[in-house]
């Protein structure tokens, strides 16, 4: 039934500085951005691997409390191939990011890190080849 992840969304809460963020730090191309003035909002897609993550802006949307570990969605992660060189890019950014944990179920590595918002975001590094 399911093929595949098309999309995340992301309502961010400045535009400019999670738009920033997410192509300059952490290197997602642009795939099309579209002001959409009838909404006053922004929508910008950006390509991650065969995914993509919608950016979007709304006049003051409302907060949504989201750590790790509350009821609801509970991070996005991204693979890389090199975490210690992804987390090197990250803090020379000014990007804090947590120390390493090890994934005890798959023996991976793995950081966390906050976009603008607070939004959890995860690096986990995959396996060769994967």
């Known amino acids: 039934m399911i093929d595949g992840l098309h999309h995340v969304a992301i309502i961010c809460s400045d535009y400019g500085r999670s738009k920033d963020f997410y192509t300059r730090i952490l290197g997602l191309p642009i795939i099309r951005e579209t002001y959409r003035a009838e909404r006053q909002s922004w929508k910008c897609d950006l390509a991650v691997g065969q995914a993509q993550i919608e950016l979007f802006s709304f006049p003051d949307p409302p907060l949504r409390p989201s ?64």
């Open 67 to 130: 750590r790790p570990e509350a009821q609801g969605l509970r991070h996005l992660a991204f693979g890389v191939r090199d975490l210690q060189a992804a987390m090197r890019r990250l803090e020379e950014a000014g990007i804090e990011v947590e120390p390493v944990r090890r994934d005890t179920l798959t023996g991976r590595d793995f950081t966390f890190f906050a976009d603008p918002d607070d939004l959890p975001l995860e690096l986990y590094e995959l396996a060769p080849g994967g």
